[in-house]
């Protein structure tokens, strides 16, 4: 059974980093994508950004040049560092992974961040 444990959200002041990640467990993913979306209240889940097992990183919108995503293949893990964060990235955030087509996601971790 797959599995994906997010960490790392918390409450942080406008300008400040936080740093999630997120493990994948419970099966051999071979090629795949893993990924941040989030979720702010009364909103749609936007993506946030995309990074291939080859290691290629993709981001979206406002989130490019503060937020960078990476990975560990051997840990299967993924990270997302967010820098300069701002009141409106408040939002839960969610890891996902899409191996063969099929796609598992997080149970969400909460970020808010004061003005």
């Known amino acids: 059974q797959v599995q994906l444990v997010e960490s790392g959200g918390g409450l942080v002041q406008a300008g400040g980093s936080l740093r999630l990640s997120c493990a994948a467990s419970?099966?051999?993913?071979?090629?795949?994508?893993m990924g941040w979306y989030r979720q702010a209240p009364g909103k749609q889940r936007e993506l946030v950004a995309t990074?291939?097992?080859?290691?290629?990183?993709s981001y979206v919108g406002s989130m490019k040049g503060r937020f960078t995503i990476s990975r560990v293949n051997a840990k299967n893990t993924s990270y997302l560092q967010m820098n300069n964060l701002l009141p409106e990235d408040t939002a839960v955030y969610y890891c996902?992974?899409?191996?063969?087509?099929?796609?598992?996601w997080g149970q969400g971790t909460q970020v808010t961040v004061s003005s």
């Open positions: 996902y992974l899409n191996t063969g087509g099929r796609i598992y």
């Open positions: 419970g099966s051999n993913f071979g090629v795949n994508v």
């Open positions: 990074i291939t097992s080859g290691g290629s990183p």
